[in-house]
């Protein structure tokens, strides 16, 4: 028996490219790149995959290793294949209820959050944390920033309930 939930991709006239299983409960959150070759997904909780959506072929994936990371948006960038991945991490202080654990034997998160932070990612591997941010406002203590990267893949939005932020992205490729 598999948990999580599996992943179907598409062509726009609706054959089937590629399934998935993807591990993980709850929310579903994905992303195209602005030319619709890539799509990045995460089931929340310490995992993001990276597809390449003509082939549907899952280029890699990402797992953190603290069990209280919570993926809620992504964001990337085609030109280098970079995903952006919105971040929360819970706090945990000794002697509270904070969760219950799941098949995985991993902490479900059911607490306050301490650290909201955007994570580059590139071939499976973490290259840079920008962050913090601000952490009022929220509608749910797991949410993470917003992300979006504009159409000529030379800035990435990030937004959060009270404030955005416009990063410049210099890819060493001329720019």
């Known amino acids: 028996m598999t948990r999580g939930k599996y992943l179907v991709i598409r062509e726009r006239g609706g054959r089937l490219i590629a399934e998935h299983h993807v591990q993980g409960e709850g929310n579903y959150y994905a992303a195209f790149s ?80 301490k650290d909201r932070s955007i994570y580059l990612l590139a071939n499976g591997h973490l290259m840079r944390v920008l962050g913090p941010f601000p952490g009022e406002g929220y509608e749910t203590q797991l949410q993470a920033p917003d992300l979006r990267i504009s159409k000529d893949g030379k800035s990435l939005l990030v937004t959060t309930p009270r404030k955005f932020f416009i990063y410049s992205i210099i890819t060493g490729k001329g720019q």
Not at 54 to 77: N, Q
Not at 92 to 103: A, N, T, V, Y
């Open 34 to 113: 602005p030319d619709e070759r890539y799509l990045g997904v995460t089931p929340g909780p310490w995992k993001v995959y990276f597809f390449e959506t003509e082939t549907g072929r899952l280029l890699w994936e990402y797992a953190d290793r603290s069990e209280m990371t919570h993926f809620s948006s992504v964001a990337i960038l085609p030109s280098l294949r970079l995903l952006f991945a919105g971040r929360s991490e819970a706090v945990l202080k000794p002697g509270q209820f904070k969760g219950s654990i799941d098949e995985l034997n991993r902490r479900v998160i059911e607490n306050e959050t």
